[in-house]
């Protein structure tokens, strides 16, 4: 993004990843995820940290996987989850400034 503009195909498919992580939910779940022994974590595994129902949990599980920030595979009766790491590597991507060592100036954002 500040290296060059971004592309509308582009902006739509970024908005659509940082759109799914606005919610304190889904950021949540996708941290469960990425953080769970071996990397992925079955359905099952999700809903007991959250106040909210299992059919919720599995919405915005469904809101992830649109969002193409996570995969998910059906073994038996469960669901498994794993975090995309090509689209977290592209949202880092994204954030990076050119010179990472650089100092805000203290004016604020430069």
Do not use: N
């Amino acid at each position: 993004m500040v290296r060059e503009p971004l592309g509308e195909e582009a902006a739509v498919d970024l908005a659509k990843m940082f759109k799914a992580l606005a919610d304190p939910v889904r950021l949540r779940l996708l941290s469960l995820i990425a953080s769970h022994e071996g990397g992925e974590a079955c359905v099952c595994d999700l809903t007991g940290p959250f106040d909210v129902s299992q059919p919720t949990i599995s919405h915005h599980l469904k809101v992830l996987r649109e969002a193409g920030l996570v995969g998910s595979e059906r073994r038996g009766t469960w669901v498994y989850y794993w975090v995309l790491p090509a689209a977290l590597a592209r949202l880092s991507a994204l954030l990076q400034t050119p010179d990472t060592t650089a100092t805000v100036p203290s004016g604020g954002a430069r």
